[in-house]
């Protein structure tokens, strides 16, 4: 089955670029119609959508986010990425790299079907 | 502050029903699917409900949704302990143009 592992720092310094990768395991990333994205749950908040990019290397971004974001696919390793620049202490949060189904199951709803467990990052 | 709105915690006797809310309004739910999550810490959460009513492969029919207008539901029957986690509600914002998630709510098994 499909699995999703992140993995990063864990500990950011402010003003630097914060770098994740998510590993996808069990298909190819290149496989069907999906749209690989990223989420992050804010301390003791809800759940903030960050972005994704599908494997035609189109990417959409949350607008209070995207002057910072980039979002990346490296088809090679079965990888993707994240890469928030400008951080601060606000960025403080636990990080999921997550799965989009909508186009493959044909639904016009924003559905998450697969998550990785998620990865801390601190930002001091 | 979430754009979408859930109560901070609900709680029920084992092999009870709850209920959980999300409210938001013509620009999110009112207008787009709502799907619902588990979060437990340190696992990866989970997919329960999408498309408002629909389960993926494998999630029982003790969870079930509905959405009227621009509020959804996520209930939960014949609780077990097991069930003890936070939920998320989640829709598309079209006027935000971004993926919206509620504040979670979390279930206590009591």
């Known amino acids: 089955q499909v699995q999703l592992q992140e993995s990063g720092p864990g500990l950011v310094k402010p003003s630097q670029t914060l770098s994740l990768t998510c590993s996808v395991s069990g298909e190819s990333i290149t496989y069907g119609t999906y749209y690989w994205s990223w989420i992050r749950q804010l301390p003791g908040k809800g759940l903030e959508w960050i972005g994704y990019i599908n494997n035609n290397g189109r990417s959409d971004y949350n607008p209070s986010l995207e002057s910072r974001v980039t979002i990346s696919l490296d088809m090679s390793k079965n990888q993707f990425s994240l890469k928030l620049k400008t951080v601060t202490a606000a960025d403080t949060a636990v990080y999921y790299c997550?799965?989009?189904?909508?186009?493959?199951?044909?639904?016009?709803?924003?559905?998450?079907?697969?998550w990785g467990h998620g990865t801390m990052i601190a930002v001091s | 502050q979430s754009v979408l709105t859930q109560p901070p915690s609900v709680s029920a006797a084992p092999g009870q029903k709850v209920t959980i809310s999300c409210s938001g309004g013509s620009s999110n739910i009112g207008n787009n699917f709502v799907s619902w999550y588990r979060l437990l810490p340190g696992t990866a959460p989970k997919l329960l409900i999408y498309d408002n009513t629909k389960r993926p492969s494998g999630i029982p029919d003790r969870f079930s949704g509905s959405k009227s207008a621009t509020s959804a539901t996520l209930d939960i029957t014949g609780l077990q302990t097991g069930d003890e986690a936070d939920y998320y509600c989640g829709t598309w914002d079209t006027s935000l143009r971004a993926g919206v998630f509620g504040g979670g709510t979390k279930l206590t098994v009591l």
């Open positions: 997550a799965r989009d189904p909508s186009d493959e199951w044909e639904t016009d709803g924003d559905v998450f079907d697969i």
